[in-house]
Structures are given as structure tokens and as C-alpha cells.
């Protein structure tokens, strides 16, 4: 378990990271609202912090508010149903400067305050801010172009054209969740316990744009990330257009995904398939991570924001599971088959009742692995992602699977 001087340095490097993105954004853009289903960007500038402050020193160790009018506004984020999106207006939010001398402020406080909080207050603060990090890069991604600055541009790995197959993936016992004393994790990542899994066989590669262009020209819908120019399919990247690259992975939805799969007769995994093909070994033992126990670098995958967009799915194979699957971890979230339901045991935490409790109905869908801008302690094999099924905007691509 790390130590306090330890949680310190690691939030100081994710308050690095959230800065550094927020610096992309261009001010006038702040009152923005990227994506319809989420709050302008205003919101999320202030929320990390408001976040920190809420669960640190307000809820935790219950020290006197210096704003609570901010603390209210920037508690909680939204997940609307289609349709029901939200009506603020611009107006309705303090300007920059001024959600800025609140964040200093709190950082200040909460810095004071860090020796005193409990181990799991500051692991639920860090994780969040990684995981806020990942979501202000995506509602970025949605940013028109010139509304954000481009960053120095980083020299991407290439790889030789994917021959797709098939692998076999044994049958075997799998491990989901975790244990307390393994270490902190998020609410729905307990409690531990084991599932077999049928021999099954899933692609050793997601699914790429050249797969998934064969879907749309045989009248599929595009994904909502591409854009047809005369003849030529584009790819809306991080920072600008470009022709669309055929190895790499297709982000699409839940339902993009099962469509597809369902097109070429096979399904989408469970979330116990992905743990057997990502962790499992053909004996019985599991590994921490697909390559085994070692930690993540970024010769093993495309993930901790070495890059922001993707990158081939042959790039990295170092980083091929034991059976020889490719990229489980990192290059885009994968979606799965199984919806975000608890596991036996599930019990909320007291200062966050909310994170898990309120998506667990059918329209929200387990995600495994790692996008480009997933922070490296959120690579832990128990950790669970989760979005709607049809929401578009996520960096999720999938794979397919055959049952025997």
C-alpha cells in the first residue's frame, strides 16, 4: 500500500496531467458543451477539485467549507438519457478566474489536510482525477479543431498489416474482483470470487477500420468518429482529420459493436471471456497483466497518454496474452456482453454512494481494458469500466468471440 508522502507525489503528478489538457482548451471554449450528454467544459475545470475538496476534507474529516455554493455546483457529473440532455446556458456558470482562485484555494487546503485523511479518501481522489483525466481527453477529442491547441506531435510505432485469425481460448477458471486486503479498488470491483468459462475462440485483434469498412459498405451506418469526403473515408483524430487508417482500432458503441458482431455470426464477449483470453494461461495460474507480472510500459501497450490517438493493432506485441491475443490491455476499452451489475458482496463506499449504484440498470455495459489516455493504476485486472450501450463517444473499440 502506498504510503502518504507516496499518494502525495502520485496526485501531484495526475494534477499535472489534468492541467496539461485543460492548457489545450482554448478559453473561449470553456462554456463550451463538446458532448451533449455532458456538462460544459467549465464544469469539468472545476469539478476535479471540488471533487478533492467534497471527498478529502468535507465529507472525510469534515472541515468548514470556504465556498460551499462551488462545492454543490461541481459535485456531480450527468449521464442523461437520450433525449433528455441538459439546459444550462453559458451564463449560468462562473467565469474561468474565478473557478481558478477556488481551485487554488482548494489545492491548498487539501494539501494541508492530506496527512490527516484515511488511505482510501486519497486513493478515491487520485483515481478519480486519472479517470477525469480520460474524460476530458475524449470530450477534447469532440472539440472542433480550432478551439483547441495542438501539442508537438510524437512519433507513433508502426506495424506490419494484421492477418486476422481466430484463437482458441481454453477453458479454465477466471478470477473477478478483488479482495480487500489486495489493496484499494473502486466499489464494484469486490468481492472476489471465480467462474469457469467454456472453450471458446475470440480474434486476435479488435476489430479494425478496414473490417468494420466492409460492414459499412454493405450498408451499416458509420461510426461516429469517421467522415466520407468524395470518395475517401476520413478519421476525426485528436488534433485534425486524416485519411482513415485501416489497422487501426474502430471506436464505435455497444450497439455498433453487437451489430457488427452479429454480422459475421459470432458475439461480443462476456466479461469473464475477456478476463480468460486477457489473464488466463493455459494452466491454471493468472497473470497481473496480459504480458504477465511485469509493470505496464509503453512498449507493452498504447496506454498512460503516450499517445492520444491510436495506433496499429500490430503494434505492440509484447504485450500479447498467453494464448497470443493482442492489445487486451490499452489501444481502446473493449466492449463486453455483460451489463454493469454488482458482484455478490457489493456494499457502496459511505463517501461516494454514487459512483457504481446508479448505473446498474440494462442500459449500461461492462468495458475491459485500456484506452490511449487510461492512467497505468487503473491497468489492474479487477478494475471495471462501464458507459451505455449506445453511447458513441467513448475510446472503445471491441473483438469478437465464437462460443462452442
Known sequence: MPSVPQLRRALGEARSRTDAIFSLIKPEAFYERPIPERHRIIFYFGHLEAFDWNQICRWTLDKPSFHPEFDRLFEAGIDPKEGDLPQDQPSDWPSIAQVQQYNSQVRRVVDKALGEAPDQALHIALEHRWMHAETTAYILHQLPQERKITPLPSQEPQGPPPQHEMIEILAGRVTLGRDPEEGFGWDNEFAKHLQDVPL????????????????????????????????????????GEIPLPYDWPVYVSQWEAKAYAEWTGMDLPSEAQFHRAAYGTRTSEERMYPWGDEPPNDARGNFNFTYWDPIPVTATPLGDSDFGVSQLVGNGWEWTSTPFHPFEGFTPYPTYTGYSTRFFDQDHYVIKGASPTTANCLLRRSFRNWFRQGYPHAHAGFRCVQNS
Open 200 to 239: 471458446f475462440v475470440i480474434s486476435k485483434y479488435k476489430v479494425t477500420n478496414g473490417q468494420y469498412l466492409k460492414f459499412v459498405e454493405d450498408g451499416a451506418a458509420p461510426p461516429p468518429f469517421w467522415s466520407l469526403q468524395g470518395t475517401q473515408w476520413f478519421l476525426q483524430a485528436m488534433f
